[in-house]
């Protein structure tokens, strides 16, 4: 089993009664609709920043060959020999 680490945290009473309604429905408790939240959230944040690093990475490369994209099947059949 994991080990959980108590924390304590402040919501708007919106956010509470929204998650009190939620949890009616899912038989979830607090505890475990805000973990999966935390969950999603960091899961998203990972993934943005991933995309993030591969956006910025996009014309980063320059392979040196003025008619690459012209003659690609070319120099991709002159590798092979």
């Known amino acids: 089993m994991l080990h959980m680490q108590r ?11 929204a998650l ?3 949890a009616e429905g899912t038989g979830e408790g607090l505890s475990e609709q805000l973990q999966r939240a935390v969950d999603a959230w960091i899961a998203t944040t990972e993934r943005d920043a991933i995309v993030r690093r591969a956006l910025e ?6 392979s040196g060959l ?7 099947d070319d120099y991709l059949t002159a590798s092979d020999e």
Request: hydrophobic letters at 35%.
């Open 7 to 17: 924390v304590q945290i402040r919501l708007t009473e919106e956010q509470v009664s």
């Open 20 to 22: 009190k309604r939620q």
């Open 57 to 62: 990475a996009i014309g980063g490369f320059h």
């Open 66 to 72: 003025g008619d690459l994209a012209e003659n690609h």
